[in-house]
């Protein structure tokens, strides 16, 4: 019998491999020009990524390599998302690889490059294994730039801290696919929905106690990377410890490549055990406790945080807690609303960090104390701050209202539509309610740099890099917020294709 | 023949033990060690499936899986290895400098 290998199509997979091509490019460079390239390398490696993009938007459409890789509009949504968190990370770096890692530019440029390039395969990925390597390669690459800087004890310990982390979950998440891979016989997201309904139907709806044990097993996996309560922990920590601008990629690309995760395997793969029709099932409501914990927890604790970069952490789980909404409300708009969440979750989330860098750089602290009177002497990068901070709390005309208001209109749509999903209303509730703590937090900070008694002693000279991250921040938050019928529009068809 | 379930309680029970160490252990390498075992459940877990089943699927994971951890492990030791150049010490309990 003659094998038949099904065809390549090596063409979708064009932006990955250029990426990666460009990564190793960028670290050569570094060491042709004997580690004195200065910030040329930095601009190398956004040259990179603007270039993806444009190869990315000649791709086009379609399957590669069997069913492995797939190029859908989901896909290319969030690759957009990724190399947008790459180019603003990587843009507000400079003022620190200029100080602080002068002898090792190249590898920080290239292995960002290389944690783009796992989150690109990720979200193409319609299969268990090549699921799992992209979620590896975007991580892997990630605790070193956790523990970048190897003489600050704080940096180690957050790298530390996160590949310990990293590493369990990713043992979890794999428990759970041995089980999925063993209970459907296929590694094919696709398929596997099949056999899975299948089995399902084969024993009167009854799906078995291992299926439950895959599901709670990938749910925490997924979970440490989307750092929900209880798997937060690490967060706060390895954001603290770690470079600011990594901070803001581990808080936007990485929480977008789990995002992603969650969708493939929970909405495509696992969608059957979603209705609750079916019994004994539902992982519906397991997401919506474990939403309603980050909400919860995420808010209260980051009111009392005097790091502003443990209070973006603890910001972030919240915003975790919020997309979870979305993606349990399963419906039509469902996706949607997480799919314009995120993306102008990325914008606010990085143009933040960007100015926690600029403001690091030059004071040396991350105390939301030394925010004091910024206004008077730095007033655009202050109000910039306050653009950001109140898009992320969720404030009318700004873009982040938008992004709540979708997901809380998912959910509502979904508790209207059948009874046994009432309990959709009390997730609305208490995400609105939290959102009064949020508020109150993020206003603090802007209090503080405002209504000072003295001017601040420091005037922030922010990099012209970090200047270009922080006007495609402000652009995306207040275009979005005016017009985001642009996005939405494209949000709108993405869960047709998961469906189908 | 040695039943399919034998293999799945001993990945169990391994993945069980991995688990407990990552949690109760206070020294670096051991809770690293943990982790691999834990892959290792998953693994075997795979090639028992895969045995049953008949399929090569699983065999296939398990190669890229055991690399994927030998990566993984090359980034793990030169972490810890910075880290006891820092500190003198892989003991957890002593990595305080921020809340945990």
Known sequence: ?500 | MVPISAYLILAAVLFGIGSVGVLVSRNMIIMFMSVELMLNAANMALVAFSRALNLMDGHVIVFLVLTIAAAEAAVGLALIVALFRNRESVDIDRFNLMKW
């Open chain 1, 1 to 500: 019998m003659e094998a038949q290998l099904p065809p390549y199509s090596i063409k979708m997979m064009l932006p990955e491999l250029f990426l990666f091509v460009w990564a190793l490019v960028v670290i050569t460079f570094d060491l042709l020009t004997r580690r004195k390239s200065g910030s040329a390398v930095g601009y190398l490696a956004m040259l990179g990524l603007v270039i993806c993009g444009g190869i990315l938007s000649i791709t086009g459409y379609g399957r590669g390599f069997g069913m492995m890789f797939i190029n859908d509009p989901v896909a290319v949504f969030f690759k957009v998302i990724f190399l947008g968190a790459a180019f603003m990370a990587i843009g507000s770096s400079f003022g620190i690889t200029n100080r602080k890692i002068v002898n090792h530019r190249g590898e920080y440029f290239g292995l960002i490059l290389l944690s783009t390039v796992g989150m690109m395969f990720l979200a193409s990925s319609q299969e268990l294994l090549s699921l799992y390597i992209g979620l590896e390669l975007t991580t892997i690459p990630l605790f070193v730039l956790a523990g970048f800087f190897k003489d600050d004890r704080k940096s180690v310990e957050s790298g530390i801290k996160y590949m310990i982390m990293g590493a369990l979950s990713s043992a979890l998440l794999l428990y759970g696919i041995s089980f999925l891979y063993g209970l459907s016989g296929t590694t094919d997201i696709v398929q596997m929905k099949i056999n899975l309904a299948v089995t399902q139907l084969a024993n009167e709806g009854d799906i078995g106690v291992i299926l439950i044990l895959a599901t709670v097993t990938i749910l925490a996996g997924i979970g440490f990377k989307l750092a929900l309560p209880p798997f937060h922990q690490w967060a706060p920590d390895v954001y603290e410890g770690s470079p600011t601008p990594i901070a803001a990629f581990l808080s936007v690309g990485s929480k977008a490549a789990g995002i992603v995760a969650f969708v493939k395997i929970m909405m495509l793969g696992l969608e059957a055990f979603y209705d609750p029709v079916m019994k004994p099932n539902d992982w519906g409501i397991l997401v919506g406790v474990l939403a309603i914990a980050a909400m919860v927890w995420g808010n209260v604790a980051a009111v009392r945080q005097s790091n502003i970069k443990r209070m973006l952490a603890f910001s972030s789980i919240a915003q975790a807690g919020y997309i979870m909404i979305g993606m349990v409300a399963m419906n039509q708009y469902g996706l949607a609303a997480v799919g314009f969440y995120t993306f102008v979750y990325m914008f606010a989330n990085m143009g933040a960090f960007a100015i926690v860098t600029v403001v690091e750089d030059q004071t040396g602290s991350c105390k939301i104390s030394s925010y004091a009177g910024l206004s008077r002497t730095s007033p655009f990068l202050s109000a910039a701050l306050a653009v950001f901070l109140l898009s992320l709390a969720g404030i009318p005309p700004l873009a982040g209202f938008f992004a709540k208001y979708y997901v809380f209109a998912a959910a509502i749509a979904m508790a209207g539509s059948s009874n046994g999903h009432t309990w959709l209303y009390w997730l609305v509730g208490v995400g609105l309610l939290t959102t009064v703590f949020a508020l109150y937090y993020y206003a603090n900070v802007i209090k503080t740099a405002y209504f000072a008694r003295e001017a601040s002693p420091y005037r922030l000279r922010p990099l012209r890099p970090a200047l270009l991250v922080i006007a495609i921040g402000l652009l995306g938050v207040l275009i979005f917020g005016v017009v985001p019928e642009t996005i939405v529009d494209f949000a709108r068809d993405l869960p047709y294709y998961i469906a189908h």
